[in-house]
């Protein structure tokens, strides 16, 4: 066997390890609570957001869109709901987007095979446009309109719990470079900047800012060596959104609301910047020099996380390129 396959190997060990007891412990992260009866984890999202937004968010967690599988599920969460914040209704991961009242959960179960108490006369369909479902605090299913925006739930079961343990988090795509002592993660799936930055926070990191030339060097080597060049789709190629911006017109800032000048980088590419209002927002061309961008471009990006357990990490496994 490679040393290459062997790392790899005894890496995948180290994940499935470390997965193994973070299961004992119980711990996903600080924001889910965990309820012993159904042994999955929950976070009540307070922020009301369309239906297809709540999805969404809870991908970028990591976790998926709940919706009660039986009615021991229900009578948990709602318990929970009501302990915690006391919601008359929320969204649950259920709709009829595919075709016009055939409801179904976000992974495609009919609404026979899970839990499916309704609420009298529903659904209804009130105006022909109630194809996404809410659960009332009674039990009850309601159909209402997607776009409308409610709070609603994210789910993370305890089989599915996976753990970094270099990077002390749940999310295995982060790679941990011991130079820095930091964990990156290149996204290759092209967002807009304020998506980019949600994303990153939504996995417990920031749009990664480049404090010295040794970051920059890894960041450039990073975006080489990624998988990017055979990527559909209509995005900016060539650079890839960092986190830095001058959308408030006071300057060039990272978004630690460090002037850029004084990060420790401040390499612009050259006659960057040159876009003025309409390029506010950072990115790194992939040569490792900056560049301004308008901020609703869509481009790869690069995920950092600094809360790392670096007493604990085997080097073996570092990324030092």
């Not at 229900?74 to 259920?94: C, P, R």
Request: aromatic residues 14%; proline residues 4%; contains cysteine.
């Amino acid at each position: 066997m490679s040393l290459v396959l062997k790392n790899v190997s005894l890496f995948i060990l180290l994940i499935i390890n470390a997965s193994y007891c973070q299961r004992e412990k119980k711990f996903f992260r600080k924001d889910y609570h965990f309820l012993e009866s159904v042994q999955n984890f929950y976070k009540i999202q307070t922020i009301p957001r369309s239906w297809q937004d709540a999805k969404q968010i809870c991908e970028w967690e990591g976790s998926t869109f709940f919706y009660p599988e039986d009615e021991a599920e229900a009578n948990a969460v709602l318990a929970y709901v009501k302990e915690a914040q006391g919601y008359n209704y929320f969204w649950i991961g259920v709709a009829s987007l595919l075709a016009k009242g055939v409801f179904e959960t976000i992974d495609g179960i009919p609404i026979m095979d899970v839990y499916n108490k309704w609420g009298p006369g529903e659904p209804n369909d009130t105006g022909g446009v109630e194809d996404c479902v809410v659960l009332m605090k009674e039990g009850n299913m309601n159909d209402d309109g997607c776009w409308k925006k409610q709070p609603y739930i994210c789910k993370k079961t305890l089989a599915s719990l996976e753990w970094n343990a270099a990077c002390r988090m749940p999310y295995t795509d982060y790679k941990y470079n011991k130079d820095l002592g930091r964990c990156y993660n290149f996204h290759l799936s092209p967002k807009n900047w304020t998506e980019a930055f949600t994303i990153c926070s939504s996995e417990l990191s920031f749009l990664a800012v480049i404090e010295s030339q040794t970051e920059a060097d890894f960041l450039k080597q990073l975006t080489s060596l990624a998988p990017k060049d055979n990527i559909p789709g209509n995005y900016l190629r060539g650079c890839v959104h960092l986190g830095f911006h001058n959308r408030n017109g006071n300057g060039w800032r990272t978004i630690k609301g460090t002037p850029l000048e004084n990060s420790g980088y401040s390499v612009w590419g050259g006659g960057q910047p040159d876009g003025g209002d309409l390029e506010q927002c950072g990115t790194m061309f992939y040569n490792g020099q900056l560049n301004d961008l308008a901020c609703d471009r869509r481009c790869f990006f690069i995920c950092e996380h600094d809360d790392v357990d670096t007493a604990g990490f085997d080097e073996r496994f570092a990324d030092t390129a």
